[in-house]
């Protein structure tokens, strides 16, 4: 997950596969099969970006180390 509109892209692409259907095909409900997917990823995705947000959020913080420490062999 990047954090940006780039997460969205399968939701943004089944629109407009949709919106094409819609326009090309006589039974505008085949186009609609489109926005109804469109609209569960959308759904699926911002659940994982929360998701991914508690879990970085509940995850302990690493401690910084220190400029002049070594690391230990």
Do not use: E
């Amino acid at each position: 997950m990047t954090g940006d509109w780039r997460d969205y892209r399968p939701a943004i692409w089944l629109t407009m596969l949709g919106i094409a259907v819609i326009l090309l095909v006589s039974p505008f409900w085949i186009g609609a099969l489109f926005f109804g997917a469109a609209i569960g990823a959308a759904i699926r995705i911002t659940q994982r970006r929360r998701r991914a947000a508690a879990r970085a959020a509940s995850a302990p913080a690493k401690p910084a180390r220190q400029s002049g420490s070594r690391r230990r062999r």
